[in-house]
Each structure stands twice: as C-alpha cells, then as structure tokens.
Nanobody, 128 residues
Framework: QVQLVESGGGSVQAGGSLRLSCAASGYTFSSTNNMGWFRQAPGKEREGVAAILYGGGSTDYADSVKGRFTISQDKANNTLYLQMNSLKPEDTAMYYC????????????????????WGQGTQVTVSS
C-alpha cells in the first residue's frame, strides 16, 4: 500500500529556512500522478501550500508562499521536497505530504479532495 513519511520539520526563527522531505513507498511518480504539501494550524482548515503536477510538468503555489517555497521531487528516490525560505510566524503549522492517484487532469491542485494518500505530518514552528 502507499505510505508517505514526512521529515524535516522543526523550530526556526523568522527569516530562517527548512527543507521538508516526504519519502513515498508503494507509489509511482508518473506523468499522471500529482503530489502536494498541505498545512494545518490549530483551529484552522487544512490548506494547500504547493503542488507538483503531471509528474513534475508544472507546479502550483498558494499566494501566501509564492517566491518563498519551492516544491520538487526526486523520482529516482521517490521523495518529495518542500524548500521553505524566509519563514514567517504565520507559516507555523503541521505540514502534510499528499499524493494523488492517476488523473488525466487535475482541476484544483491545492484542494485536499484531489489527493488520495496522506502522511502523518511534520511540525513546523516559526518564532518571531
């Protein structure tokens, strides 16, 4: 079965950087599969942060992270990454890796409903 395991979270000062990793097993990085990063802060809904679509053919980002976060994938090692720079206190949340089953077309890349598999999450805390 598909298993997603996140790592790389931690506590940093505002302006700092972190790189999150998501190791995927039982999942194929292909041109019809899509992966994403989501986050959820206490008392808030889960929100899409970044997505990499059609096996890396395109990416999408939430406006709040554009220019600061970069999503990438290493197909050889079945790993998804999220490089987070210039972190802000409002980036504090539990971050989740998500993977979608084969889809010819994805309409809402940052919607959790587009994804079928989820990791357990890794905590990111940014202090001011």
């Amino acid at each position: 079965q598909v298993q997603l395991v996140e790592s790389g979270g931690g506590s940093v000062q505002a302006g700092g950087s972190l790189r999150l990793s998501c190791a995927a097993s039982g999942y194929t990085f292909s041109s019809t599969n899509n992966m994403g990063w989501f986050r959820q802060a206490p008392g808030k809904e889960r929100e899409g942060v970044a997505a990499i679509l059609y096996g890396g053919g395109s990416t999408d980002y939430a406006d709040s992270v554009k220019g600061r976060f970069t999503i990438s994938q290493d197909k050889a090692n079945n790993t998804l990454y999220l490089q987070m720079n210039s972190l802000k206190p409002e980036d504090t949340a539990m971050y989740y890796c998500a993977a979608g089953g084969p889809r010819a077309r994805i309409l809402f890349p940052l919607s959790p409903y587009e994804y079928d598999y989820w990791g357990q999450g890794t905590q990111v805390t940014v202090s001011s």
